[in-house]
């Protein structure tokens, strides 16, 4: 049962609250996962450790084409702000489709990747930009790629009652990338994905230095499509390309039939189609031409 709330001033202070709470305290930041995982037994805490009043990790900052998004950043923050807009527009798109207003407001793009549900929009648009977590522990600090979080449907390979993520940093797209954020769902407000797809690529000459290519919910977590981005490294920029790139996507994904997202054929029907679409945005916001 819960006993207390802490809010800390420093992560100092926050890592001393979780280690004295012996995997008792646990982190919460907007809450919006957590309450509801405490009040229907998914999880337990006898202490919650708040992390969003620590002076710094509500800012987005931007140093040496490094931007860095603090742990108590929400979707609402993210999808307003400019530098995101300009300079990572995926993640704009993503956090835009994020449940409503009110959640937007509250939940930060840290709980989205650390809750772990594979369509997690915020999550799915930092793999594509090769995101990387700071992981703060007693033992010291780390970085791991967002998309080794991953240790299966809504699990973390984090432990949230004894590390805190206290940010997430990304490079800044260049002039001649650009990204894409495609979402399959079944009504405006309220929707959680049936598909979303998140693309970057980079070109030079009209052709794909690289492209990062991501698809959920098609595993346990967001998946790299990674034979579609080997089809196009080094191609040139065509449709041919593109839909050839679509095709490897579809045949990489593994969607399960699901009740609340749409069986398997109908998404495997669709997937290549927001696969073309993304690329095809992509690479006009990069300064290509198909
Ligand atoms: C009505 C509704 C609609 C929604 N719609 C969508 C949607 O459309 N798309 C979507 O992707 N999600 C959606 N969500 C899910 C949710 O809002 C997000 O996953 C949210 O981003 C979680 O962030 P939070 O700050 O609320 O995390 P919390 O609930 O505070 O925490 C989530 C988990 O992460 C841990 N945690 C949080 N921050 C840290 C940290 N810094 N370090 C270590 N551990 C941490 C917590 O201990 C907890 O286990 C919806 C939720 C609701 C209730």
Redesign the pocket.
């Known amino acids: 049962m819960l006993q207390d709330y802490l809010i800390p001033e420093t992560v100092e202070q926050a890592l001393s609250h979780l280690q004295g709470g012996k995997g008792r305290a646990?982190?919460?930041?907007?809450?919006?996962?957590?309450?509801?995982?405490l009040a229907n037994g998914k999880?337990e805490?006898g202490v919650l450790v708040d992390?969003?009043r620590i002076p710094g990790?509500q800012e987005i900052t931007l140093e040496d084409d490094l931007i860095r998004l603090g742990?108590?950043v929400?979707?609402n923050q993210v999808a307003k702000s400019k530098l995101i807009q300009e300079k990572a527009s995926v993640l704009a798109r993503?956090a835009r489709?994020?449940?409503?207003l009110q959640?937007r407001n509250?939940?930060?793009?840290?709980?989205?990747?650390?809750?772990a549900?594979p369509?997690?929009?915020?999550?799915v648009a930092l793999v594509a930009l090769g995101a990387v977590a700071e992981?703060v522990s007693p033992s010291g600090k780390e970085y791991i790629p967002v998309e080794k979080l991953y240790a299966g449907v809504g699990k973390?390979v984090?432990d949230?009652?004894s590390?805190?993520?206290?940010r997430i940093q990304f490079p800044a797209l260049l002039k001649n990338q650009g990204s894409a954020y495609e979402r399959l769902e079944q009504r405006k407000a309220?929707?959680?994905?049936m598909l979303n797809v998140a693309v970057v690529v980079s070109l030079a000459d009209n052709r794909f230095q690289w492209a990062r290519i991501v698809m959920a919910p098609v595993g346990p977590g967001p998946v790299r499509a990674t034979e579609a981005e080997a089809i196009l490294t080094g191609a040139d920029v065509s449709l041919g390309n593109i839909e050839n790139a679509a095709a490897a996507a579809r045949a990489q994904a593994n969607p399960r039939s699901s009740a609340l997202r749409g069986s398997r054929e109908y998404r495997l029907e669709v997937l290549p189609v927001l696969v073309r679409r993304a690329l095809e945005a992509a690479v006009v916001r990069a300064g290509g031409n198909c």
């Open positions: 646990r982190v919460v930041a907007g809450g919006t996962d957590l309450l509801l995982d999880k805490a992390l969003t990790l742990a108590a929400t979707h993503a489709s994020v449940g409503s959640i509250t939940a930060t793009v840290v709980g989205n990747v650390v809750n549900q369509a997690a929009d915020a999550a992981v973390s984090l949230s009652t590390q805190i993520v206290t309220l929707a959680l994905p």
